[in-house]
């Protein structure tokens, strides 16, 4: 219920803003407001509206994570308690596995993150015109209007974590936990101990026994969360058995990464 799949309007790739742009967000929008309940106080041509305000008319590499703060707040969606998936460098298997266990939200399955999901958008100074030639790439420079939205949805959908939440990491990389990625630089930070009550980490191996827990990566992450305050507990998953959980979901399925 909570996942939506993309309809006909999936982006064709450019190097500017995307083709239809206008079109793809207020379609998806109204296609997840139709679709999930309780967001019917959402008005899509709104949000359009407060979407584009965030960045037409500005240098698209000073575009900064704060320029979103009007649009972020013309989204109202309520996320329950419990239901946060927070992943990085897992993608694929975090979101096949909200997808198909409805257990769990990822922020690509809030109406925030599913409208801009593979977009890429920029203006130009001095013109209230989209650019459809050419844009910054992601690490071209900083503060591109496609990052600093990431940023900016990625911090408020941490602050909306409540109760118990999930993370899942890549145990076949070096460094699971990143410090330079969005989930280690902007969505811990924003984690409120207040609210939270328990996180599960959950390193994805492609190889058994690895036992990425005990790696320097995820003791950097374990101080950080004491220093916090914050609970959790470390586990190494094989992929094999979240995949399992995936093709095959039961009832069981929610607690199959536990
Ligand atoms: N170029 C383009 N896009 C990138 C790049 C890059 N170099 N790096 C990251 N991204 C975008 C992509 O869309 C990618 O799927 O960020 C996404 C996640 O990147 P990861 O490095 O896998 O993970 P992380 O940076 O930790 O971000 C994921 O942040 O978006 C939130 O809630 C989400 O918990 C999740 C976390």
Same mark, same amino acid.
């Given at each position: ?29 109204? @296609?997840?407001?139709?679709?999930? *309940?309780? =967001? ?15 960045? #037409? ?22 996320? *329950? ?21 409805? +257990?769990?939200?990822? #922020? ?6 599913? =409208? ?5 958008? !920029? ?11 050419? !844009? ?37 990389? @070096? ?16 984690? @409120? ?22 790696? =320097?990566? #995820? ?13 959790? @507990? +470390? ?24």
């Amino acid at each position: 219920s909570m996942s939506v799949q993309h309809g006909d309007n999936t982006p064709t790739t450019t190097k500017g803003t995307t083709t239809n742009l206008k079109t793809i967000v207020i379609e998806r929008c109204r @296609d997840y407001i139709r679709t999930v *309940p309780q =967001m019917s106080s959402n008005n899509c041509d709104a949000i359009w509206e407060a979407f584009q305000n965030s960045f #037409l008319g500005k240098d698209p590499c000073n575009v900064k994570v704060e320029d979103y703060d009007l649009f972020i707040t013309t989204v109202q969606q309520d996320i *329950p308690c419990n239901k946060s998936l927070f992943w990085s460098k897992t993608s694929q298997i975090a979101h096949d596995f909200a997808k198909a266990t409805k +257990c769990l939200m990822t #922020l690509e399955d809030t109406l925030l993150g599913y =409208m801009m999901d593979g977009l890429k958008w !920029c203006g130009q100074q001095h013109s209230k015109e989209l650019n459809y030639t050419s !844009c910054p790439g992601w690490i071209e420079c900083e503060f591109n209007p496609v990052r600093s939205f990431w940023r900016r949805a990625s911090a408020h959908f941490a602050e909306l974590a409540c109760g118990n939440v999930l993370v899942m990491l890549n145990g076949s990389i @070096d460094t699971p936990f990143n410090k330079q990625s969005i989930f280690g630089s902007v969505e811990i930070k924003r984690f @409120d101990s207040e609210k939270i009550n328990y996180i599960s980490i959950r390193v994805i191996d492609s190889l058994q026994d690895r036992v990425s827990c005990n790696s =320097m990566s #995820l003791e950097d992450l374990g101080k950080i969360l004491k220093n916090a305050s914050l609970n959790f @507990d +470390c586990k190494d998953i094989d992929k094999s058995e979240v995949e399992r959980c995936i093709n095959d979901p039961i009832p069981y399925s929610c607690d199959c990464v536990n």
